[in-house]
């Protein structure tokens, strides 16, 4: 627990509330984590369906329901949204910088890493991965996404319904830190709608499933990971509400959870925005910080107010209509200068896309000038392609950090035959990396999987791979 370290003079809790498909979780701890109140209010049918909210009427009367048996919630509360309603990316590499710079990053070459920057709200931390150790100039950054208007529209209903939300984040995300066994080396976590790969108490590798029944898609998650940390065994296996049974002779320890309540106990853990991502719009938390923040300035014109009280009745009517149209005043500058703000960022980000495509159009020009070794390329790709995958589409980009990448898009009815082709892949001495960033079910149960080669770069001597190939 994160909350041992100094003594305060006013006790301080911290809450945490966990959006399921059936219930509402709410969970409150002391400054010692200490739970001191837990309490669950029954969503009705629809409302949430496959961890993705469909029902916002339905949802905020669950939240109305909760505060009738928590009463009135003083201190923020973090909110949790379910998995299916937010986005979490493998871990990024990048040069040692501050998280600020790293979301700054993120945000101009968003589309690098997520799809459309519309109606999206993202927000990244720093975590620790088995590769971090190898490398101490770089660090290893987790970022999430979600939509803004399901975000807008979850703090409309928590200001109607009395509960302060202090932070929105992904509920798979934060229930990692309630769980004791997964605080220390790698270890793989399940419940209904999540397998997730941890190390040291960071999620590492998230995936997506709708009413996990069976152990392949969780051995299928170990193989993988096994692939990728090469060297790094893999000590547990933690079961939150899975009622099926797990045989194994590998010697990894099964844990099973029973309590319900660890997702919101999770988000409850997030004491400080170092441990925690926030998916609320930046010009809300900015709004809310103002709110709240101390003014020197409000306090001189109240001493003053004071002083003329004492002076006379005219003085009094006198000092308070100048308060008035000053404080009025500057709310309005203040409202100005966001606002200008706002455009600013706009425009500055705005050109940088702008120079981000000249660039990129230069490079594919000089590209174009030269011999484009495409055939072994696509050679490599149909030598390694086994049975049951099939290959919708090939990309030839340019990387974020410069030389080429090939983005390739596809199907696969077995996971395993796609660890197999990147491995193949890897060995064919056409690539320096072989990433796998995306991976998902499709209606069909097949695997739909982005696959990422980046070209060495003497291939890049003999002449520029761009395009586009099928």
Known sequence: MPFGAGKK?????????AITDEFLYFTEIDENGTVTRQEASALPEGCVVNGSIKDFSALENG???LVKKTG????????GLPPGDAMLRRPISFPRMSIEDIRSTIDLNFEEYFTSRNDTVFDAVVIKT?????DKDKVSVLAATARKSLVDKILDISKRTGIPAGSIEPSNFAAIRAIPEAQSGLCVFADKHNIIATWEGWGIFYRTVNN???????????????????????NKIVLAGLDFQISTDSGMGIVNITDPYYSSLGLAMRESPENGLDLRPPEYIELERRRYSFNPNRLILWGLLAGFMMTSLGTISYAFMTMRNLNA?????????????????????ENAEL????????????????DI?????MNALEVNQPEGVKFDNADFVIGPLGGVNVVVDGKSLDDGAIIKMTEGLKESGLFDSVMLPVSQKDQLQRTVFKLVLRVKDILLMKGGVVGHGK
Do not use: C, W
């Open 373 to 377: 070794p495409v055939l072994e390329i």
């Open 212 to 234: 996990l029944s069976n152990f392949q898609d969780i051995l299928n998650t170990i193989q993988f990971i096994s692939t990728q940390y090469r060297g790094v065994e893999i």
């Open 329 to 349: 005043s500057i709310e309005d500058m203040r409202e100005n200068v966001s606002a200008l703000t706002i455009r600013r960022q706009a425009l500055e980000r």
């Open 130 to 134: 088995p590769a971090d150790a190898n």
């Open 9 to 17: 003079i006013l006790q301080k809790n911290y809450s945490g509330l």
């Open 63 to 65: 939240f109305s329901a």
């Open 355 to 370: 120079e981000q495509k000249r660039q990129h159009t230069e490079k594919i020009i000089d590209f174009l000038k030269g």
């Open 72 to 79: 009135r919630i003083r201190q923020p509360v973090t909110i």
